[in-house]
């Protein structure tokens, strides 16, 4: 045994270690099956990501005659951060991602369960309930503009003809309800995401370890709190992301259904950007706009991939 | 302990009734707000412009008509003519963003599943993170982009653009898929006389058609709804989308709720379709993929 | 057929060795198993001979080539895998046919050597089929066909009963080592189960933490296992070993033990013990060459028994000696009770001898 294993030091001593650079060397044809992906990546992302900060720091004139720039320094972000419209429409985001994010997870989540056990009907009741998030959200506005419209929407002449109003409210023309009446609408076509992720997570609890739990003398609660859910965290807090960033980043549905009106009530950041670039030709202010949200979406993208590496180590565990 | 298990049996029944009553009223529930929007779309596309507009509503139309789907159908007018060249222009772009996606997905899903070359966790990140950037931040840049490339009013620009942000989610679906497959099916193939691409491509390639077809419809559906950047990279009218030209063309007939409706349900039956009929492919991709344990 | 030859064979993940420095031969037609427990490498090494993983040093020669940089499909190697491998969307046929494809023979020759092959291993009539319609044993059949049916220099079996149930690994067991004698196919044959190993092989290498402990018959590893690990990995139950102390009494060569006895040694067991250079020395002793007593017999060392499994045929009694658990078999109609006290009477022809810090066997010198 001694003999041995001197002669493994000895050999040990004897071979190079490689450094990094001679293993992509070495494995160099491994990239190329991802090359691909990593070019259209560079020139659709790295150059616009770049771009815009470039552009945050001038002062640019209508048209995009980029030879016309001014650099102004960090006076687009002061303007934007001294800017009254800047909090309100902070405001609106926070309010309309969270709402969105945690009403359509908690929907999701209860119709995944729900439709979990076998019953008559139980496919034809999926398929239908995942079909908002599959059309358009361009057709998905136009359907809810014309349900809440202010004269002939369906919703407000139910609630006149039930008594319960005089008048057809203003479901999307007035400044307290927009928001709301536009959350509805996001939660209607994203629930069915949340569905089918936990739906497909529910599949991988293991029916051995609902059995145990039941034998054990656990209430049906109880198996869904101490072994569905804790099963199913990982599925969660990654499909929380997704639809938190989704949120985050939707610009179709106030964009068709009230273009950020009436008064900025359901202006969000996206839509305000939008509107700053191509409606009022603010370029170099909408860059810094963007630059600022990008620095709160990759903090959010920071816990995205913590969830995704988190999935991603629990994986090569297995 | 037979008097206890007889005791407890009625009463743990209760409870499970009572949570599957609950799960059964909220799937009603659900079901309505669902569905009902969805038929209101239908009802009102099959009234005319006058019984649209009644009130009290007509909950179902006295006199049902099919002519905003014929005006919407006929190549003879000039909407039919637009809306008719907006679906194909919608269709072109979507197949072709598709294909593409899968193509370039496919080989990317599977090197980082399989190979350890230094940075690929990395890289991996990297390609999910662009799921986390808004449109709109690209939206500028990618607009002179392509103003460079001289693909302003093209299909070109459209699906060059709609590949990147159907790629993320196209890998990770598929990375999940191939970590599922055992690598002794391609050792097995490479001592069989395979080289390492016919293993690929004889033996893998086949076991991951669901991932494929799961890909394809995400990427499909992903191109079909875009809104934003064929709003900003098309201004020619014989070059745009569905859903950019449905919202051009109903913010000048403002009242035509029925053509709306009928315009909206047409844009919606190609997606419906295919993710209905390829729905288990999905969720399945989903299962093996995203959330496995 | 052809000989394969591993010199100074070593694979590093990082600075982790999971195969150091192994050498070995395996002649022309020779049956080799590699046994070991889980993680000892022994699947590594198939895998470098196979070529699926590169090697960091040594060589692998196979026939007269070195084989370090060659593709697997060009090695002339066949493999048989613990989960079959099958390809799960190909027929039976297909999967047999899949090398000969790949080799590009023509179709009437492929189809010749599929259907002989199919008729050798007695599925003739499942070849239509998928590899999910078929039995665990029909489908290590099915994997066995296939890399029959390549006629390659060297077949590797990467543990290819695991999957089956008790009866159809004694069965398929058979079957291979039958399949090795009529084809007089050398083979490189990977287990974790000694008794496979040993009922199969012509040699058995045994490998542990990347190391080949000994390299020989079966015959000769099982009565002359060169160190502890080889002697408590290889037989059923495993071999016994008791840590003691070497000393003297009354000018004769004895081993004490704690508890107090001591056990003399015959002249040669007294000149290995000589030989070693630590007073540590444990003995390790088959169950089948241990006699058990029921009353203090001179020369028999007191016990307490622990446990009594009887198999029917034998009975096999666990004893705590010294610290230690010791296995005895003993016949049916003997009986005894946990914490019944015994008596140990040990062969002296028969038991071996370890240095306790080096662990490997000694020798009388």
């Known amino acids: 045994m001694n003999a041995v294993t001197d002669h493994a030091k000895s050999s040990r001593a004897g071979i190079q270690s490689e450094n990094v650079l001679q293993r992509m060397w070495r494995q160099r044809a491994d990239y190329l099956y991802v090359l691909p992906a990593i070019v259209v990546m560079l020139v659709v992302i790295a150059y616009p990501v770049y771009y815009t900060i470039e552009l945050s720091f001038f002062k640019t004139p209508p048209g995009l005659q980029l030879r016309d720039k001014v650099f102004i320094g960090v006076d687009n972000y002061s303007a934007i951060l001294s800017s009254e419209v800047f909090w309100r429409v902070t405001l609106n985001t926070v309010i309309w991602t969270l709402a969105s994010t945690l009403i359509a997870f908690v929907l999701g989540f209860g119709a995944a369960l729900a439709l979990h056990r076998d019953f008559f009907g139980r496919g034809v009741l999926r398929a239908i309930l995942i079909i908002p998030w599959v059309i358009s959200a361009v057709a998905a506005s136009y359907i809810w503009k014309w349900i809440y419209h202010s004269d002939f929407g369906i919703i407000g002449i139910v609630l006149v003809q039930l008594g319960i109003v005089d008048r057809p409210p203003n479901f999307i023309d007035s400044v307290g309800t927009v928001l709301p009446s536009l959350i509805v609408v996001n939660i209607w076509r994203e629930f069915p995401f949340a569905m089918i992720m936990l739906m497909a997570g529910l599949q991988t609890v293991p029916d051995q370890l609902l059995r145990a739990a039941q034998v054990d003398g656990a209430s049906a609660w109880q198996r869904f709190w101490h072994v569905t859910f804790p099963y199913l965290s990982g599925v969660s807090t990654v499909t929380i992301l997704l639809l938190a960033v989704a949120n985050f980043n939707s610009f179709i549905i106030p964009w068709i259904m009230t273009g950020g009106g009436p008064s900025n009530a359901s202006h969000i950041w996206i839509t305000h950007i939008y509107e700053l670039a191509f409606g009022r030709q603010r370029w170099g202010v909408a860059a810094a706009y963007s630059v600022l949200l990008f620095i709160i979406v990759m903090t959010l993208g920071y816990f995205y991939v913590r969830a995704l590496s988190g999935n991603e180590r629990k994986e090569n565990r297995a | 302990m037979t008097s206890i298990s007889n005791n407890q049996a009625p009463r743990s029944r209760r409870r499970i009734d009572g949570w599957r009553w609950t799960g059964r009223i909220f799937l009603v529930l659900m079901l309505m707000y669902t569905a009902l929007p ?256 | ?127 239509e089929r998928k590899p999910r319609e078929l039995s665990g044993g029909q489908q290590q059949r099915v994997a066995l066909g296939r890399a029959l049916v390549r006629d390659p220099a060297v077949f590797l079996m990467d543990e290819p009963l695991s999957n089956l149930d008790a009866k159809l690994r004694v069965q398929m067991r058979s079957e291979i080592k039958r399949f090795h004698q009529d084809l007089k196919a050398t083979i490189i044959y990977v287990t974790h189960d000694q008794l496979e190993a040993v009922t199969m092989a012509d040699k058995m290498a045994v490998m542990n933490g990347g190391f080949l402990q000994q390299y020989d018959t079966p015959a000769q590893v099982f009565a002359h296992p060169l160190n502890m690990f080889v002697a ?47 007073k540590k020395i444990v003995l390790g002793a088959r169950h089948s060459t241990i006699k058990l007593h029921k009353s203090a017999q001179p020369g028999a060392i007191p016990a307490k028994v622990y446990t009594v499994e009887p198999t029917g045929d034998v009975t096999f009694v666990q004893a705590f000696l010294s610290g230690s658990l010791v296995n005895i078999s003993v016949p049916p109609a003997v009986h005894v009770a946990p914490d019944e006290q015994v008596w140990l009477e040990f062969d002296q022809d028969r038991i071996h001898l370890f240095d306790g810090e080096t662990e490997m066997a000694l020798h009388a010198d």
């Open chain 2, 38 to 293: 969805m038929i209101w779309m239908l009802l009102t596309s099959i009234k005319s412009g006058f019984a649209a507009m009644q009130f009290p509503p007509q909950w179902w139309p006295s006199e049902p008509t099919l002519a905003s789907y014929q005006k919407l159908l006929d190549p003879q007018n000039s909407v039919g003519q637009d809306f008719l060249r907006f679906f194909w222009n919608s269709l072109f772009v979507s197949v072709c963003t598709t294909v593409l996606a899968v193509f370039v997905a496919v080989p990317a899903a599977y090197a980082f599943s399989r190979f350890t070359f230094p940075g690929r966790q990395f890289l991996f990140f990297a390609v999910l993170l662009r799921n986390m950037f808004p449109a709109v931040i690209f939206l500028v840049p990618l607009f002179i982009l392509m103003r460079v490339l001289g693909l302003v009013n093209t299909h070109g620009s459209l699906i060059l653009t709609y590949l990147t942000f159907g790629l993320p989610l196209a890998i990770w679906l598929l990375k999940g898929f191939y970590d599922n497959i055992p690598i002794q099916l391609e050792q097995a193939a490479r001592i069989d006389g395979a080289t390492r691409f016919q293993a690929f491509l004889l033996i893998v390639m086949p076991l991951s058609v669901p991932g494929i077809i799961a890909t394809a419809i995400y990427s499909f559906i992903g191109a079909w709804n875009e809104y934003i950047y064929a709003a900003t990279f098309i201004t020619k009218n014989e070059q745009l989308t569905l859903p950019v030209g449905i919202q051009r063309f109903f913010s000048e007939n403002t009242t035509d709720f029925p053509g709306l409706m009928a315009a909206s349900f047409m844009m919606s039956v190609p997606v419906v379709v295919l993710f209905l009929l390829l729905q288990r492919y999905f969720v399945r991709a989903l299962t093996e993929g995203a959330v496995k344990h």
């Open chain 3, 1 to 127: 057929m052809a000989q394969v030859v591993l010199k100074d064979l070593i694979k590093t993940y990082g600075s982790v060795y999971a195969v150091n420095n192994v050498s070995l031969t395996v002649n022309d037609g020779e049956f080799v198993a590699l046994v070991g427990p889980s993680g000892c490498g022994k699947t590594t090494t198939l895998n470098l001979v196979a070529g699926l993983i590169p090697i960091t040093g040594g060589d692998i020669v196979i026939g007269d080539r070195v084989v370090n940089d060659l593709d697997p499909k060009d090695r002339d190697i066949a493999m048989v895998f613990q989960n079959y491998a099958l390809y799960p969307q190909k027929s039976v046929y297909n999967n047999l046919a899949f090398p000969l494809q790949m080799r590009r023979l023509p179709k009437d020759e492929i189809d010749r050597k599929v259907r002989d092959a199919a008729k050798v291993l007695d599925m003739t009539h499942l070849l």
């Open chain 3, 232 to 278: 408590s990995f290889i037989g059923s139950p495993a071999m016994s070993l008791v840590p003691l102390e070497a000393s003297t009494a009354n000018g004769m060569s004895v081993l004490t033990s704690a508890e107090g006895w001591a056990l003399p040694l015959s002249p040669l067991n007294a000149r290995k013990v000589a030989a070693a250079k630590s």
